[in-house]
């Protein structure tokens, strides 16, 4: 992730202009390189870090889990589709600005020894491979039944668990027509196509949906389109493994960059401070990208488990490498080569990553292929892009510190 100067890829390489009487331009650069790290005390301020990072990471995770999954917990459908846009643009932020950003820095630092490394943009070429894999990988899992759901006729046991683990879903199934859908309703229509139009409609009343925002907070977008009963047996498999898939790259990009980010902050030097209260923003905030996305996904009865599982899991991340990195700080060189190649390669990965979910998952899905943000109206469209807007914004702003 991008970081002060003196902590830039955890390197400390100070460059010096020296004059020279019989140089032939009268300077030149000398580049010195600390392969060591600028921990300089502070332990009880280092410690605390762990545990406020890790409660700031719980808010942003598994807080909207929780109130996405229990109905005496639930929230008005303006705050999830406010969460869940601002979030999406808090990972291309991330993807851009933390990552990508950095890595170039990473493998292009001058302390690298003279190689390939330094003859080619590898961050670059990394993050497009990365992209290309994570391309390949949806597609195959769209084409196999990877998670082997069964396709039986006669067993609709897994299609009964999605529907009872989808509040959304439950909600609209118990949800009477209002009268609005009887002056739109068509006459010609079958009493068996009036029920679906029904069930599918995002206008029906839930109790805490937001007046005039379309109520589709699935992930993938469009997931009651996939999942309702209407649809076929094939593309509930289908849909439940791209959706798993999704959330699985999103979750092993943010959790490799959380790795990173606290073994940096364990050796800080004079800029601890001020590190440290931008990454408990930065780790809410991504938290919270993370964590509408799980809040909002449509999990089967039997993995009902998984959100919470996946949520622990990034906010555990950082809070462990920060306990790490300060139980090797006397070895721990994050100046040295070896880190600066492990740091920008997975930097790199990570960046691919994350520019992948955040452009096709999130912002292609929800603006074009979801048939209920099509459908809404300009203002609508316009308030989610404005909050997508908001949460790049945050993150490009916090890039200045950290």
Not at 327 to 341: D, E, F, K, V, W
């Amino acid at each position: 992730m991008s970081l002060p100067s003196a902590a830039v890829g955890a390197l400390d390489a100070v460059l010096k202009r020296q004059a020279e009487a019989d140089g032939p331009t009268g300077n030149s650069v000398l580049v010195e390189c600390d392969t060591g790290n600028d921990y300089d005390g502070r332990l009880g301020l280092r410690i605390s870090s762990i545990f406020v990072i890790l409660v700031g990471s719980l808010l942003g995770a598994v807080v909207p889990v929780i109130l996405a999954k229990h109905s005496k917990m639930k929230v008005n459908g303006t705050a999830f589709f406010i969460a869940k846009y601002f979030g999406s643009g808090v990972i291309i932020g991330t993807a851009f600005l933390h990552l990508l950003s950095p890595a170039f820095e990473a493998l292009n630092n001058p302390c690298l020894p003279d190689g390939p490394i330094k003859e080619y943009d590898f961050a670059a070429a990394i993050c497009l491979i990365t992209v290309f894999v994570m391309f390949t990988v949806e597609l195959l899992v769209s084409r196999f039944d990877i998670f082997g759901h069964s396709h039986g006729h006669g067993d609709n046991h897994g299609h009964h668990d999605l529907e009872q683990g989808d509040p959304v879903v439950s909600v609209r199934k118990e949800s009477p027509q209002t009268s609005d859908d009887l002056e739109n309703s068509d006459t010609s229509v079958t009493p068996a196509e009036s029920n679906n139009r029904i069930l599918s409609n995002p206008e029906v009343k839930t109790g805490f949906r937001a007046p005039g925002l379309p109520n589709d907070v699935s992930y993938p977008p469009g997931g009651q389109d996939h999942l309702g009963h209407h649809r076929e047996h094939e593309d509930d498999n289908v849909s439940l493994a791209a959706q798993m898939t999704a959330i699985f790259i999103l979750e092993f990009g943010v959790v490799f960059h959380s790795i990173f980010i606290g073994l940096t902050l364990a050796v800080a030097g004079e800029e601890f401070n001020v590190l440290y209260v931008v990454l408990v923003f930065h780790q809410t905030f991504e938290g919270l990208g993370l964590g509408s996305r799980l809040g909002s996904a449509r999990w089967p009865q039997s993995k009902a488990w998984l959100p919470y599982v996946l949520g622990l899991g990034y906010a555990i991340s950082t809070p462990i490498s920060i306990a790490i990195g300060l139980g090797i700080r006397s070895t721990l060189q994050p100046g040295s080569p070896n880190a600066l190649l492990i740091n920008g390669v997975f930097d790199a990965i990570s960046a691919g990553i994350l520019i992948y979910t955040g452009l096709v998952e999130l912002l292609a899905h929800e603006f074009m292929f979801n048939a209920h943000m099509r459908d809404a109206g300009l203002k609508v469209q316009m308030f989610a892009l404005g909050c997508v807007a908001v949460g790049a914004g945050l993150m490009a702003v916090l890039a200045v510190w950290a």
